[in-house]
């Protein structure tokens, strides 16, 4: 690591470019730096390995759009606003994003995403993509944001200014329908995914809420494993995909610090709320985080400690000398980096609002989750997990363990009572706002659900076809 003086540039000397690559829904357990067995990410894993990758970065604020706003505010959900996903409430007053920080300091900034909303602000160039649907079986997500950053990032490098680009991948979201060559990758040829004696789905194609989306792009499969090979497909093509991306910034390498993380990650089959995003399960708010600067940040360090990704938007400011005046929340990372501790965190405050309502804490060895509303699958309304004797939160130890929960739920309390003070607010916004989604997906009342449905390829000659990714409107069907 170096001194201050060589990371902050000097007089006369162009500020770093920076390109923030997000990776929708990425759990950082199915990248092979963070200890994946498969070989989904080559390709990441090859920019983590020139860089420092954050073993244990935590998303706070989930899903999306609370997500992404505490990344580029630097600021907690409780001041920014923003607690769910198209809950229609508009960003904070005051708030201000990375981009317009760094717009308003000298950097051209452009984006390739697909948000909008708040998330436009700050950018002098911002491209919006459509997928391509044209096979209802596939969706080439990769490809379309490649595809319109590749032109972006030339104009960006042939540019006299030091830039900032935002890249917003949406592989592994789902639906899982990656192209030919990666749908059945990691598939073991001896299983069936659409065995009617495995029961692996049954749960998931049993939630209504989800059970007409799932038909929608993955029809009849009953084996869970089969959908976690999409997922991870999906991951191998994105990585792929991303060596255009690396390739293009070869030439100002050196002079680019890259990060890449993600919103939140994905409960696959480990929970209730099969392949989604709601719930504060490990699955969900452990998120990647690299950060590769050659020559400037060592290469192939690993932070062992809590960070969360509302140290981001300070860090960046850190790294490329802009002081920042607007009451980041977000703790930099650079004294982790220097070795002064080993994490920012011993104890990291949760929240969610979409599918469902719910507050939590993760300190090193424990996760507890308090639901604000009852939870749409049935889970107690409160929960405990010793992270240590089970990282897989199965195990919920709320009863067995009544002193934990209290002294965790007084700790969550206070926290609460000090955020609202600090903000001026007399009620929780989570509370407040509360849940914005009841069900996705069309019914088809003449189609059989689950085991014995048509798949999907010999559905697209019957009228059938693929899912798009549910757009906010979406989620608050039947609400």
């Known amino acids: 690591m170096t001194d201050d003086a060589e990371r902050t540039p000097s007089a006369g000397r162009r500020r770093p470019n920076i390109v923030l690559i997000a990776l929708d829904t990425q759990r950082a357990d199915h990248l092979g730096c963070y200890g994946y067995g498969r070989d989904t990410s080559p390709n990441i894993d090859a920019i983590a390995s020139e860089g420092v990758v954050f073993e244990r970065c935590i998303a706070p ?10 990344l580029f505010s630097g600021k907690e959900a409780i001041t920014h606003d923003i607690v769910n996903i198209g809950g229609g409430v508009p960003v904070a007053d005051g708030v201000r994003l990375l981009p317009e920080i760094l717009r308003d300091n000298g950097y051209a900034t452009a984006a390739v995403d697909n948000m909008g909303r708040h998330f436009t602000r700050g950018y002098e160039r911002y491209e919006q993509y459509r997928w391509d649907r044209s096979d209802p079986t596939v969706l080439r997500k990769a490809e379309t944001v490649t595809n319109l950053a590749l ?76 959908v976690i090979d999409l997922y991870d497909g999906e991951i191998r093509y994105m990585d792929d995909d991303l060596a255009r991306v690396f390739a293009a910034l070869e030439r100002v390498r050196e002079d680019t610090i890259v990060v890449i993380t993600a919103d939140h990650g994905e409960v696959l089959n480990e929970q209730l709320g099969y392949f989604d995003h709601h719930g504060l399960y490990e699955g969900n708010v452990h998120i990647p985080l690299i950060i590769s600067w050659p020559g400037t940040l060592p290469a192939g360090r690993r932070i062992p400690g ?18 920042q005046r607007e009451h980041m929340e977000g703790l930099s990372l650079f004294p982790v980096l220097s070795g002064v501790r080993d994490g920012n965190y011993d104890t990291v405050y949760l929240s969610e609002a979409t599918w469902e309502v719910k507050r939590g804490l993760r300190t090193d060895r424990w996760k507890f989750i308090r639901a604000i509303e009852p939870d749409p699958h049935g889970r107690p309304m409160v929960e405990l997990y010793d992270l240590h004797a089970d990282p897989g939160e199965q195990d919920n130890i709320a009863e067995s363990e009544p002193a934990v929960v209290k002294e965790l739920s007084d700790r969550l309390d206070a926290w609460l009572g000090r955020r609202l003070t600090e903000t001026g607010k007399t009620r929780d916004p989570v509370a407040e706002q509360g849940a914005c989604a009841s069900a996705i997906g069309q019914p088809r009342p003449d189609e059989v659900v689950g085991a014995g449905a048509t798949p999907l390829r010999d559905r697209v000659g019957s009228g059938g076809g693929a899912a798009n990714i549910p757009d906010p409107s979406e989620l608050n069907a039947g609400r």
């Open 61 to 70: 604020n989930i899903p999306t759009h609370p997500s992404f706003t505490t």
């Open 151 to 226: 032109p972006v990032l030339d104009d960006l490098v042939a540019g006299e200014r030091p830039f900032f680009c935002f890249l917003h991948y949406w592989d592994p979201h789902t639906p899982y329908l990656p192209p030919p060559g990666y749908e059945d990758l990691y598939t073991d040829s001896g299983r069936d995914p659409y065995d009617p004696d495995n029961h692996s789905m049954d749960e998931a194609w049993s939630w209504e809420p989800f059970k007409w989306y799932f038909h929608d792009w993955m029809p009849g499969v009953t084996d869970a494993q089969h």
């Open 306 to 323: 809590l960070v969360q990704n509302l140290d981001v938007a300070q860090t960046l400011l850190d790294a490329v000398g802009i002081p």
